[in-house]
């Protein structure tokens, strides 16, 4: 099974702002899933996108799949200090059952 | 309704000692996961069960790890003559069915420390 790859690894905004982040990938996927983790409430499920989807929305949060450049971004708007956390992307990919996860983007909101 | 509990929700040990952490998952949920994560790092795959069966088990590192689910519940991933490579947030996730087309529920995870 296939990694993906966050992109940046670390993001610092001021509260107000957009912050954009994306994961890369190597093969064909099923499916893409976003997450959140934070020390308060652990690794939170935000958004699944499925590879015959191109976009998603859910709140302040928009995520986009482009298959043929095998990307996805996250973007959450207006960001708040609460949206400080890590973000991870999960790859789902030919027959495997196991949505495997990238390092991760480090998002900080200033307030 | 209750989530995905882990327990204990730290654990230290010592080299070479035995250990257990436990993982009840969502009711109802068939799929169960077990990952493990470092500082720094993403969630590693360890081994995936649907039902009482481990539907995956590639992801563990060696013959020291071991899991169950006898009843297609709860689960217990096991290590024997732990190391200090051990340490790490052992994290337990369950999904209401199969082949990762549905969002995983994680549970907060048990720190593992191996002095």
């Known amino acids: 099974s296939q990694q993906g790859e966050e992109d940046p690894q670390a993001l610092s905004i001021q509260e107000g702002e957009n912050a954009t982040m994306n994961c890369s990938y190597k093969?064909?996927?099923?499916?893409l899933q976003w997450y959140r983790q934070n020390s308060g409430r652990g690794l939170v499920h935000l958004i699944l996108?499925?590879?015959?989807?191109r976009e998603k929305h859910s709140g302040r949060l928009r995520v986009t799949l482009d298959t043929s450049k095998k990307s996805s971004s996250l973007l959450i708007t207006a960001s708040r200090a609460a949206d400080t956390a890590s973000y991870f992307c999960?790859?789902?990919?030919?027959?495997?059952?196991?949505?495997?996860f990238g390092r991760g983007t480090s998002l900080i909101v200033h307030p | 309704g209750a989530g995905v509990s882990q327990t204990p929700s730290n654990k230290v040990t010592e080299k070479g000692k035995y250990v257990e952490l436990r993982c009840d998952p969502i009711?109802?949920?068939?799929?169960l996961y077990w990952y493990r994560q470092s500082l720094g790092q993403g969630p590693e795959f360890l081994i995936y069960?649907?039902?009482?069966?481990?539907?995956?088990d590639s992801g563990l590192p060696n013959d020291r790890f071991f899991a169950v689910r006898p009843e297609g519940s709860v689960s217990t991933l096991k290590i024997q003559r732990t190391e200090r490579g051990d340490s790490a947030v052992y994290l337990c996730?369950?999904?209401?069915?199969?082949?990762?087309?549905?969002?995983?529920?994680f549970g907060p995870g048990t720190r593992l420390t191996v002095l």
């Open positions: 996730a369950s999904s209401p069915w199969s082949g990762g087309q549905y969002e995983q529920f």
């Open positions: 093969t064909s996927i099923n499916n």
């Open positions: 996108i499925r590879s015959n989807e």
């Open positions: 999960a790859i789902l990919s030919g027959g495997s059952y196991i949505p495997t």
């Open positions: 009711s109802g949920h068939t799929a």
């Open positions: 069960f649907q039902g009482t069966g481990a539907a995956d």
